[in-house]
């Protein structure tokens, strides 16, 4: 024979070189792989999938997209860009954690992150292999907290991150300067931290959110900058797919503590840039759209309209009503006065 036959759809051979149709057994489904493509089977691992019977290995997600983790996903389409989401408890758990190790001596480190909490105390911690923390990121209102080694600077920030909305932050920080970018708002900050080198090659641990933390992260990078040829990303998108060098978002897939909701709802648009909510409403930013919440008085989805209040007004004796916001008036006659013109003169 100059080619060999197909077993049936949904069967397989477990070793080459098989010579009837009674070696066919079952393969393995779409979702899942074995080392021989045929049962026993085990689901793609999170971040993977498989779109075919009989498959030996299953294909990573692009980029930073990941998997549900309750889903043999089949198929590309079963990728997403996804969301840490941190309910703020203090235990440990609640934390993600990622090791990593640079393979030479960092003396410029670059991180950038989206987030969005309700509460946002510790952003991010790096501690050595004796749990000693080499670099903490906290906010207090108005202000950036960076520790660096023990070294302490604080960075106003302008209330920038006490909205409760996506924000982009990132972080430049070499032996003798800070540089934050907060949406897009830069502040460049020298420091007196004697230190030539910021990480050196041994073992870190990166943990972000826990402590205080209430919200959540996306699109997390971490860069060894001391490259001559490092460029810091200029386009400020949810999903960019940048990948650090140090460490990748992609690598927050499979830690354990948060909550990780896929698709991401990170929102780079900020829908209230233009401040469309009519006589004093505020504007609640949301990911591709916008909501107002109207003060008293005022209705509709802009809050354009001003409720009439003359609706079922108490104006006595022939007086006119004259609406106002929240409120009214009445315009007595020469015969009456009084708050509602309930006096007869």
Known sequence: MTSCLQCPNGTSTPFVASVDIGQCV???????????????????????????????????????????????????????????????????????????????????????????????????????????????????????????????????????????????????????????????????VSHACAYNELLVEKDYMLVVGG?????????????????????????????????????????FQDVDGPFLRTPTQCDDVNNCASYPCKNGGTCLDGRDAFACSCNNGFRGDMCEINIDDCVGNSCQNGATCLDGDDSYTCQCNPQSNGSFCETII
Not at 128 to 139: A, K, Q, R, Y
Not at 228 to 235: H, L, R
């Open 26 to 188: 079952e393969a393995c489904p779409p979702g899942y792989m074995s080392p021989t493509g045929t049962i026993p089977c085990s689901p793609c691992d999170v971040g993977t999938f498989s779109t075919a019977y009989g498959k030996t290995q299953c294909t990573a997600c692009p980029g930073s997209k990941t998997t549900r983790s309750n889903l043999a996903a089949t198929a590309i389409e079963d990728c997403y860009e996804f969301d840490m989401e941190f309910s703020g408890d203090t235990y440990s758990y609640e934390n993600a954690s990622v090791l990593f190790t640079p393979t030479s001596h960092v003396t410029s480190l670059y991180l950038a992150l989206w987030m969005k909490c309700s509460t946002c105390y510790r952003i991010l911690e790096i501690t050595d292999e004796h749990e000693i923390p080499m670099l903490t990121v906290t906010t207090r209102v108005g202000f950036l907290d960076i520790t660096l080694r023990g070294c302490e600077l604080s960075i106003p920030v302008h209330g920038l991150l006490d909205s409760p909305r996506w924000h982009h932050l990132s972080l430049h920080i070499t032996a003798s300067f800070v540089t934050t970018t907060v949406d897009e708002i830069e502040q460049h």
């Open 211 to 251: 402590k205080q933390y209430t919200g959540s992260v996306t699109s997390f990078n971490l860069w060894n900058a001391s490259s001559g040829d490092f460029e810091i990303p200029t386009i400020l998108r949810c999903m960019d797919n940048q990948l650090g060098n140090l460490v990748a978002w992609k690598q």
